[in-house]
């Protein structure tokens, strides 16, 4: 009589016992899924650490009395190699847990993850980028031009070397047969411009500058000779960056320069381009006062600021203190002149990180804070913060201790640098542009006054 044979069920067939993934919960068949995914990931660490095992264990001349040993011994040697790949897997799996616990740690801050980034200085260059274009570039990314001012002034003069006729280089730009130049010129410059941005993130003043430029392509008569045009177009570049920055900061310098007195000490934040030639100009009128320049970290622009102030003739008196220091320092000013990167359309002010915390110290002891700002610098929206919009530092500018080892991010350790801060307008006394001193209340009205401005 034939005995039965026994059926084995597959391997990867589940367990009679098991019920049919119709007949779980979600709860139940989500647990059945991470066990298999556990499963899987465990096969594939045993798998790498016994490839890895055998890629570096050396070949070995096989011993005389090899054919002697028992099966037995044999059997307990990779009794024991088995149990040591399976704690190798346990490992590896309780270090990738460890690691993406790490990675979500180092993912807390997401709060930040939507300000502006520098990228890298070799990030690749799409389409036909002006050679002005891309130094500029690298020049940003390298914060080798920083201010709101210079890197406005810095993008136009690199549109109009990207605009002239194209003898003098073969990467400028010249308008196509059957296009105008109010139309092509426009595609021209988008490339240009996204490649700017993708050095650094644009700033307000670049914004106002650029929608003010395609405003002037857009409207340039189409039967103009193509040399004339672009002469316009240079030359309104040029009236832009007279009227509306180089000019109203000499109109500024003479309003402020009126708040300085004998005697007085002038209370300063970082590096403002205004700020800076408010100081010098009223020097130079013979006006005796004191500086006290607060600085911080991670650019210490102060710095720069602090060593023109002193090389006058006579030397203006100075005082060079880091943030923390600013209260004891308070109760001795009697006016805090800040500079802005832009001024939104509720009167607050977006400026260098750290200027909220001078202006409201400065209105706890009753200090007149004066913002200096162009009114090309107005913005139109309306911020409520300084998380919405912001930009972050390189970690390069995170070494708190000089010849020493930069500070790099790991798994357990973010760096944040952000550069710019918004101060409430309670907390300013007046804004000094070219057009008067301001009250912050009244800054949404500015732009409807001064109507529309050309270039």
Known sequence: MPVPTKIE???????????????MTKAERRELQERQRAAKLAQKSVAASSNAGKEAAPSKPKAASAPSQKKSGDASGSGAAKSSLAKDASNNASAAVDDGAAKSVSRGL?????????????????????????RLGLL???????????????????????????????????????????????????????HLVAARPMSVTMGNAIRQLKLEISGS???????????ALCHKIDNYIRDRIIIADEVIQELAGKKINEGDVILTY??????????????EEGKRFSVIVVDSRP???????????????????????????????MT???????????????GSVYSRAGTALVAMIAKGHSVPVMVCCETYKFSEGVMLDGFGKNELAPPRFSNPIKHSQPLAPTPNLEILNPLYDL?????????????????????????????????
């Open 140 to 194: 940003f990314s390298e914060f080798r031009i920083c201010g709101a001012n210079a890197r406005c002034i810095a993008t136009l003069t690199a549109f109009k070397t990207a605009c002239p006729p194209s003898i003098f280089h073969s990467f400028d730009y010249a308008t196509p047969s059957h296009n105008t130049l109010s139309r092509h010129l426009m595609t021209h410059l988008s490339p240009q411009i996204t």
């Open 423 to 455: 101060t409430p307008p309670s907390c300013i006394t007046a804004v000094v542009t070219e057009v008067g001193l301001i009250p912050p209340s009244s800054i949404s009205s500015i732009p409807l006054a001064l109507g529309r401005t050309n270039l």
């Open 221 to 231: 008569d189409i039967d103009m000779i193509e040399q004339d045009a672009k002469d």
């Open 9 to 23: 069920a597959p391997s990867g067939a589940p367990p009679a016992s098991q019920p049919s993934q119709k007949s």
């Open 299 to 329: 650019l210490l622009e102060g710095k720069a600021l602090l060593k023109t102030l002193t090389n006058t003739d006579p030397p203006i008196p100075c005082t060079y203190a880091l943030l923390p220091a600013l209260p004891s320092l």
């Open 332 to 346: 001795e000013v009697t006016t805090v002149l800040l500079g802005a990167h832009s001024l939104s359309a509720n």
């Open 110 to 134: 997401r709060i930040f993850s939507h300000f502006g980034l520098p990228k890298p200085v070799g990030h690749s260059i799409k389409g036909d980028i002006h050679p002005a274009i891309i």
């Open 270 to 283: 970082a590096r403002s381009s205004v700020v800076e030639k408010i100081l010098l100009n009223a020097h």
